[in-house]
């Protein structure tokens, strides 16, 4: 019978003693790692530089055109946040219920009713409020919209238990539909070339926080409500309480919270988040109420939210970098005369590279024994 | 060293999780033909170490031999091709299948599937072994013990000759293991081998013909079983000497602190599970519950914890009615503590950290939490202190408890409910997977939450368990309490007469 | 000194039809004018001043939206940058913007006529993808039309709610002949393909917009290729202005090659209708 | 609103048409399902339709034959399959990511490649396609012998592929371990599946059936490519899928109930030109929610969709 001597838990890091050689060699592959989406847009650029090439282009020029056009000028910046501004809402709108465990694929639709709303506000309530009032009642009349057309899912999940993904982007189609049917029956302006409703009142305009431009302080408040989503998760009992019901119901009830009620809430604020971008297109964007208006911000929000890996602060950075993306990615086809559609399959590819980028973790342990197998070799001369 | 033939034999075997060692330098033989014991304390990395040589996990270091001959197991298939077969910790099912789709699954046979004759061919082996299976049931209906030898059944229809069996005793009924070990002794002598893994040292003595005994990831000794005894073993183990028999003041019995009367409610089928069940329990008693799985006995336990709707019947704790009332309000004004059966699944939050997982039941309310704030410093506090004082093996209380080993798990639960001085504590299966430190760890704190004054409903299979705690026990058969008696006067021959319903 | 143009469209150039037309036009205008060109497609409307504005700072002189919905942006670009010339295809008069819009229901009626005339059924119908105003005048000109020709006649609209999904317009289509219609006018941007090759199925005729193909009757060339031209002409010569330009049916010319299913009598009554037009005997819009 | 289907030319017409609108539904339901069933969420099914079109497209075009087509619009769709399975399956890459953006590429990567391959051509290609194939006898039967009996060859393909998805899935042994992998990876693992494998080629088999879809609308529907031809069909079958339980005989008859949906709702329209289209636009949208609202009981999907398997995860 052998007895052996008793561990402790501490000293049980893989070999403490590893040559320096080998120490420097592992911080620059934890370095390298930390760059990964860095490398992952690299990777997608010299790809899409064939393309580019077969476009009839030159892509460092294309490529410098891209990244001058999103970020380093006046205007660039100023469209690149606007066009963060719903892709950021939007991905709130899919990260919120996602922490409760729902997944809503139904943002657009719930973009379109928060437009709707928000319109119908804007023209008819009375003009007698302060316009400041006013505008603040359009905005609530879109989270409001929002969040109604998100508590139908919702609430079909919460009662009849019936799947939310599918009735979330079903109703999307309704949704749009739906727009189209009330702007063709009763809103659209008289003799107009497209279906659009008249123009909003102009103090209900959103003001703009960068002149000239068309930064509204819709961008401003979408970072807000980011900030404010991530305070709600990592600092209060309802982000907790709808986190745990994400992780395991049976554990919610089992901790006493109300799943029904938290599901309810969550995909209603995440509605709200999505509503709200909706009344942002119309009070800062596009002053009306135009039939099929969203170029698919629902389903670019579900991107934003998986490349922040579902928080709500990286949505900002995840949000801005894919705003940067498309109207760098116009700015480019405006500068050097490349195919749209070419540019179009450069940003699927990009996307597809950082969420690759984002699979590779890095496991210490796992490097130190490469390192280790590396230097084998090299000692023994 | 080996006159046997080794049938299979780990050589340094190392595996570590994210830096963490949870094998370090094991070496192992298993002799042809034997019954192999693995005993070590919960997160000891007994399963871990199983795992490897089942394929599921690739060790960092080390050498396989399986009859000598250096093999690699990088999948599960691999490791039946070497004929070896195993029976998880957690038992891994399809629960959506019937017994005969998960017994075929994975067999290579003709491509058109004749579930007609395999489901003969599983009938005729069962009888063979003796099991009482119906193989068209779903597995999800199946009682666990059930589930087991359906488990072991798949083994054997697969032709393994070295059965890996990981804690097979945990999910058990004290009827269901005598012909369980009556099948084990048949396995061996039909010259198959079997590495068990177990907690319960009584059956190693009486089973095993070596044992391995891990700490901390390591082997501490490699023993023949005849040459050893159960409290040696134990002080391998732990480390220290356990002392099996508790010390018991008499109890100093107080007002009821719960009062179920005439309940009534249904199991998930929809079929009736409590039938005009009544209990009390007063302050600083331990009433045992005693009976064979699935009497009722989960069901009772969650109407009263309130996870559960009763259909009729009241639940009355400390004197208040409580049927309108949700978990949290009964833990919090009716200061109920409540241990579930599941843990996995019920009582934890596996994808969380330890911390949070310690006020799971309690972070809305002060001090962790004010105006809808959360306190993090304080919860983490606090899960320190109790993580400390219940001995949770654990790299810190930011780890997920997901990680945790099963045992470690279950500290976790018991730590939450005990620590908020309840004045009813219901503990459903308290040491189910548990290591004796930690059986006997658990027993002293629930009899020092008893002499505090609470009244405690203790729900077990295990007699042995329940002779030793309790004051009185309670006899459930068929959703009902058949019989009442204090401890003094309970045989396990009168209990078992109680328990399968032939005297009231 | 060579102008530069640059248009935002919201399709894409190879439809073969108004997205199509529009581009033709650009490359006109290089050739012939001399002019530097640029365009992007498939322009969505949340960034519809952000491309126009952008060609506007870049120094293009004559910045086009091609299609009514980009005249809120139009209207915006032409005051942040009073020295641009702001151009919107089919847009609504807008003050500071010039506009240029056929009189679709002229086209419309002629064409209504020519399907009156071959029908056999008395039944033709209309599709588009969406509704807008370009449309409804041009098949209100066309029930007119028809109903000059055939009093009792009667017009189908249907909408597929895609501007590029072929195989919905040939569904729809095919659904329409067997609800009697057997002339058909597409207003599409590539789903025009899908009416037409319904039609070449189960022998019925469209009268086009812009496209031609066999069974085509004959095509209104609401060509804004030469308007475009035209307009980069205009602007050449220091004269185009901010106002609505209308481009009426003044000649055949405007109409594609007749069918041999189109009589020579039926030439001849479209001509007559274009002259009573032109001298305001005929509203084209009732008939 | 419903005398078209007392008159036997129009109620043809009407059921051909709901068939042909849903036999691209029917064919990416099917490839979606079999992933599904096989744990691995495939939320690009939009992209594969549209990658198996242009594939159907380029072949024809340089092979000239609508076989040719066929050829190159299953290796398209492999393709896509194969991606999808490196990523999802052996990098982990989260799935619906990887869905959307293979979307997002197919889109522009088919618009533009269909510009640089067929140049000047665009949707006046006029392709080879196949022709319909009548089943003698049957297809004299009035009404349903045109519907069923004279269709595209594609169409037969679509209702065998169902069958076949059905007997594969529910009688056969590698049915069972699919069904398996897509509820308990880690049982099957166990029980000796080779769960990896296993769902690459269910992966694979399933983009190639979605990319079936694209193929028959160039091949037996328009004889054309257009630029993002699959016009939102890929989601519908999502939604076709759960719909029909991820049972594929329930998911075939939901593909049809919205495939007919869709040509009913063309016809309300030109009768009825007072109300807004949109009312009708959104009949199919709307009768798939009450369907899925009104049956009864919950429908679960496979319980280990979308999430990938990784061994030594606890
Ligand atoms: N997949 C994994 N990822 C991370 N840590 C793991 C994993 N599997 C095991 N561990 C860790 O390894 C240690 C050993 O776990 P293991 O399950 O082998 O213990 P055990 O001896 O079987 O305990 P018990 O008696 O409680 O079942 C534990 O600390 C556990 O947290
Ligand atoms: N723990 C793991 N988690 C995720 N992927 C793994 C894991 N182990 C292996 N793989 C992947 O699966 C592939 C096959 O590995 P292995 O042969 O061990 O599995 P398998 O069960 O036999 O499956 P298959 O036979 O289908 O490949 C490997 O190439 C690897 O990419
Ligand atoms: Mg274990
Ligand atoms: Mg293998």
Redesign the interface.
């Known amino acids: 019978m052998s007895v052996v001597g008793q561990p402790s838990v501490k000293a049980q890091t893989p070999s403490g003693a590893e040559p320096r050689a080998g120490r420097v060699a592992q911080s620059l592959i934890k370095f390298a790692f930390m760059l990964k989406t860095v490398w992952a847009v690299l990777a997608a650029l010299i790809l899409g530089a064939f393309l580019v090439q077969l476009a009839g282009g030159r892509p460092v020029a294309a490529y410098s055109a891209l990244f001058e056009g999103a970020f380093a000028d006046y205007y660039g910046i100023s469209s690149t946040l606007v066009r963060m501004s719903p892709l950021l809402l939007a991905s709130l709108a899919v990260i919120i219920p996602l922490r409760a465990g729902l997944f809503n694929i139904g943002a657009e639709g719930q973009i379109y009713i928060g437009a709707l709303l928000s319109t119908l506000v804007a023209l008819y309530l009375p003009e007698v409020l302060p316009s400041w009032i006013h505008v603040i009642a359009c905005i609530g009349a879109g989270a409001l919209g929002g969040a109604l057309w998100g508590l139908i899912p919702a609430a079909l999940k919460a009662y009849r238990g019936t799947n939310e993904i599918i009735t979330s982007l079903l109703l999307s189609y309704v949704a749009v539909y739906t727009v189209g049917a009330v702007l063709h029956a009763w809103l659209m302006e008289p003799g107009a070339p497209y279906p659009y409703s008249r123009e909003i009142p102009d103090a209900l305009v959103l003001p703009t926080f960068l002149s000239e431009t068309e930064a509204h302080i819709g961008v401003l408040i979408a970072v807000a409500a980011a900030l404010v989503i991530a305070v709600i998760f990592r600092q209060t009992t309802l982000g907790l309480s709808i986190q745990t019901v994400g992780h395991n119901p049976h554990a919610a009830v089992y901790a006493g919270l109300d799943v029904k009620r938290l599901t309810l809430s969550s995909f209603a604020l995440g509605g709200a988040m999505a509503g709200l971008a909706g009344a942002f297109e119309v009070l800062g964007l596009k002053y009306r109420l135009f039939d099929h208006f969203s170029p698919g911000y629902g389903m670019q929000g579900i991107i934003v939210a998986f490349l922040a890996a579902l928080s709500p602060l990286g949505s900002i950075v995840a949000a801005f970098f894919l705003a940067g993306l498309q109207v760098g990615a116009g700015a480019m086809q405006r500068t050097t005369g490349i195919d749209t559609t070419m540019v179009e399959a450069l940003q699927g590819m990009i996307v597809l590279f950082v969420a690759i980028g984002l699979a590779f973790r890095y496991h210490p342990e796992r490097w130190s024994r490469r390192v280790a197998a590396w230097q084998k070799p090299t000692q023994g001369e | 060293m080996q006159a046997v033939p080794s049938r299979i034999s780990l050589e340094g075997i190392v595996k570590?999780?994210?830096?963490?060692?949870a094998n370090?330098d094991v070496s192992i033989h298993v002799a042809e033909g034997s019954i192999h014991a693995i005993l070590g304390e919960n997160g000891a990395g007994k399963s871990t170490l199983m795992n490897i040589i089942?394929g599921?996990?690739?060790p960092?270091a080390g050498r396989i031999l399986s009859r000598g001959r250096e093999v690699k197991i990088s999948?599960?298939?691999q490791a039946?091709a070497l004929g070896i077969g195993?029976v998880?910790q957690h038992f891994?099912?399809?629960?959506?299948?019937t017994v005969t789709?998960?017994v075929?699954?994975?067999?290579p046979?003709?491509?058109?599937?004749n579930l007609a004759q395999d489901r003969k061919r599983i009938i005729d082996l069962a009888q063979e072994l003796g099991f009482d299976i119906d193989p068209d049931q779903p597995m999800w209906s199946l009682p666990i013990g059930m589930q087991q030898r359906v488990e072991i059944l798949?083994l054997l229809y697969?032709q393994a000759d070295l059965l890996i069996l990981d804690e097979p005793t945990s999910v058990l009924t004290p009827s269901e293991i005598k012909p369980f070990f009556n099948l084990l002794s048949r396995l061996r002598s039909s010259g198959r081998t079997i590495v068990l893994i177990t907690h319960k040292l009584d059956e190693v003595m009486e089973m095993a013909d070596r044992v391995t005994v891990m700490?901390?990831?390591?082997?501490?000794?490699?023993?023949?079983a005849s040459?050893?005894n159960s409290r040696e073993l134990a002080r391998?183990m732990v480390?220290r000497d356990v002392i099996f028999d508790v010390t018991r003041t008499p109890p100093r019995i107080g007002s009821p602190v719960l009062e179920v009367a005439d309940l009534v409610a249904t199991d998930e089928r929809g079929l009736s599970a409590l039938n005009g069940l009544s209990l009390t329990v007063k302050a600083g008693e331990i009433v045992g519950i005693a009976g064979v799985d699935g009497n009722g006995q989960r069901e009772l336990a969650e109407t009263i914890?309130g996870?559960r709707k009763a259909s009729a019947g009241t639940v009355k704790i400390c004197g208040q009615v409580a049927d309108r009332l949700?978990?949290?309000?009964r833990?919090?004004r009716l200061r109920m503590g409540?241990v579930?059966e599941d843990r996995q699944?019920?009582?934890?939050?596996?994808?969380?950290d330890i911390a949070?997982n310690m006020v799971?039941?309690s972070?809305?309310l002060p001090p962790f939490?004010r105006h809808?704030?959360?306190d993090f410093a304080k919860i983490k506090t606090h899960a320190k202190q109790l993580a400390e004082r219940y001995d949770v093996?654990m790299r810190g209380v930011g780890q997920r408890a997901?990680?945790l080993s099963g045992g470690n798990q279950q500290k976790i639960i018991l730590a939450r409910e005990m620590e908020d001085e309840p004045e009813l504590l219901i503990v459903s299966q308290p040491t189910k997977g548990l290591d004796v430190g930690a059986i006997d760890f658990v027993q002293r704190t629930l009899l020092a939450q008893r002499d505090r004054g609470t009244g405690i409903l203790y729900i077990s299979t295990e007699l042995e368990e329940l002779l030793m705690v309790a004051d009185r026990l309670a006899v459930i058969f068929n959703g009902r309490i058949v019989g009442e008696l204090p401890v003094s006067e309970a045989t396990p021959e009168r209990l078992g007469l109680l328990m399968t319903g032939k005297a009231a | 000194q060579a102008v530069k143009v640059a248009v935002a469209l919201p399709g894409v150039i190879t439809d073969k039809a108004f997205n199509q037309n529009v581009h033709d036009g650009l490359v006109k205008a290089r050739e012939t004018l001399g002019a530097e060109v640029a365009f992007t497609e498939n322009v969505s409307q949340a960034e519809q001043v952000e491309v126009m504005s952008d060609y506007a700072r870049r120094g293009y002189q004559i910045v086009v939206g091609a299609g009514g919905e980009y005249t809120d942006a139009a209207k915006r670009v032409a005051t942040r940058f009073p020295k641009v010339r702001v151009v919107v295809l089919n847009g609504a008069p807008t003050q500071g913007v010039a506009t240029v819009n056929f009189k679709n229901e002229e086209f419309g009626y002629v064409l209504g006529l020519v399907a009156g005339r071959v029908t056999k059924t008395g039944t033709a119908a209309a599709i588009s993808a969406q509704q807008f105003a370009a449309f409804t005048t041009a098949v209100d000109g066309f029930k007119a039309g028809l109903k000059a020709a055939k009093p009792d006649g009667d017009v189908l609209v249907a909408y597929t709610n895609d501007w590029a999904d072929v195989a919905k317009a040939k569904e729809a289509t095919l659904n329409l002949i067997s609800k009697g219609a057997d002339v058909f006018m597409p207003y599409l941007d590539a789903g025009w393909v899908g009416v037409v090759q319904a039609a070449q199925e189960r022998n019925a005729h469209t009268v086009g917009i812009l496209h031609e193909s066999d069974n085509n009757l004959t095509t209104a060339r609401l060509d804004f290729a030469r308007a475009l031209v035209d307009a980069i002409g205009l602007f050449q010569k220091g004269q185009l202005e901010a106002k609505d330009y209308r481009i009426g049916l003044t000649s055949t010319d405007q109409l594609g090659p007749f069918n041999s299913a189109v009589p020579e009598a039926v030439r001849q009554e479209v001509q007559k209708a274009i002259e009573d037009i032109k001298s305001g005997k005929l509203n084209p819009a009732k008939g | 609103m419903f005398d078209f289907l007392l008159d036997p030319a129009q109620l043809t017409d009407f059921l051909s048409t709901g068939l042909r609108l849903s036999i691209p539904l029917i064919f990416a339901a099917m490839g979606g399902l079999v992933c599904e069933r096989s744990g691995v969420f495939n939320i690009a099914l939009e992209g594969q339709i549209l990658f198996g079109a242009f594939g159907a497209a380029v072949g024809a075009y340089f092979l000239g034959t609508p076989t040719g087509g066929l050829g190159f619009a299953l290796l398209f769709g492999a393709l896509s399959g194969l991606l999808l399975a490196v990523l999802g399956i052996t990098l982990r890459v989260n799935q619906i990511v990887i869905g959307i953006a293979v979307i997002l590429f197919s889109t522009g990567f088919t618009s533009f490649m269909s510009r640089v391959l067929f140049p000047g051509s665009g949707n006046s290609l006029k392709l080879q396609g196949f022709g319909p194939v009548a089943i003698p006898y049957l297809s004299d039967i009035p009404v349903l012998g045109p519907v069923l009996f004279s269709q595209d060859a594609l169409v037969y393909v679509a209702l065998l592929t169902v069958v076949a998805v059905y007997l594969v899935l529910f009688k056969t042994r590698i049915g069972l371990s699919i069904r398996a992998i897509g509820e308990n990876p880690s049982a099957a693992d166990s029980a000796g599946v080779p769960v990896f494998r296993l769902r690459y080629a269910c992966v694979i088999a399933g983009s190639t059936l979605a990319s079936l879809g694209g193929a028959y609308l160039v091949l037996t529907q328009v004889f054309l490519f257009s630029d993002n031809m699959s016009a939102g069909k890929g989601f519908i079958a999502l939604a076709a899928i759960v719909l029909g339980r991820w049972q594929p005989q329930l998911a075939f008859l939901a593909c049809l109930l919205f495939g007919f949906f869709d040509a009913f709702q063309l016809r309300l329209q030109f009768n009825h030109p007072e109300i807004p289209f949109q009312v009708f636009a959104a009949l199919p949208y709307g009768v798939s929610i009450l369907a899925l609202v009104g049956l009864m009981g919950q429908a679960h999907p496979p319980a280990a969709v979308g999430r990938p398997y990784d061994r030594e995860m606890r």
Do not use: C
């Open positions: 570590t999780f994210g830096g963490f060692r370090d089942y599921l996990y690739q960092d999948n599960p298939r039946m195993m998880h891994k099912q399809v629960d959506t299948m789709e998960n075929v699954l994975g067999l046979g003709r491509p058109v599937l798949k697969r700490r901390l990831g390591r082997v501490v000794a490699n023993i023949e040459e050893t391998l480390g914890a996870l949700n978990p949290a309000e833990k919090r409540f579930p699944k019920v009582g934890l939050d596996l994808d969380s949070f799971l039941r972070f809305r939490s809808g704030w959360v093996r997901r990680d």
